[in-house]
């Protein structure tokens, strides 16, 4: 072979390298450049949320603050009025059933949470989650043996809360809610804890699917008020 030839064989392997490393090196600064660009996006997106949160947080705090305030100013103008007296304690009243008043009292707790078995090692793996038809069975068994008051991880139950599946979690009242699930209830507790005989749905989670549940009963439980606003566009008062 020539000197020519082996000139031309040297630069055409050396021109081929080239191009392939910066092929290459092109690549990866694209790769690299998406990945940025896409954490830039995530953190710049994760902000956002967390400046709204605030935000939602602190106007939260400010309309409980000018609730606690409106609730003094009707005390004082009510103490020397019989009519609105009686008027402010049907309100009182009305706002603990409706769900937006905080209530305390003698009840049960539940906590319900996915089995810790191996998904693997059962043909339906999806008996061993948590789903939002167990969380409304067991609303409607408290509901059913007397429970006054009932709250799931925070969210107060009222006429129009709505318990749907999302995935691997639950919305209550539009908040996503995942295991384990706290239920709270007010009421008499040796009625409500019956929800844990045998045969029942409770012990049924548990032997049947496998669910970690357990249910106690509480002289003191507290169920928060609800938190959202009641907008009933349709009911009228009867005239």
Known sequence: MTNKKIISLVLGIMCFALTAGICIQVKTVNNTNSKVSKNYEQNNLRAEVL?????YDNLLRELEEIDE???????KAAANNSELEESNK?????NKVIGLSEVNGTGVI???SDSEIDQNSVLDSSDLLVHDKDILKIVNELKNAGAE????????VILTTSIVCGGNIININGEKIGSPFEIKAIGLPETLANLNRPGGFLNYLQEERKLKVNLKKDNNVNIPKYAGVLNFKHIKRDK
């Open 51 to 55: 400046k709204y949160k605030e935000k």
């Open 69 to 75: 305030q409106l609730l003094k100013e009707i005390d």
């Open 90 to 94: 049907k309100i009182i009243e009305g």
């Open 110 to 112: 539940i906590t319900i």
């Open 149 to 156: 008051a009932i709250s799931i991880n925070g969210q107060r």
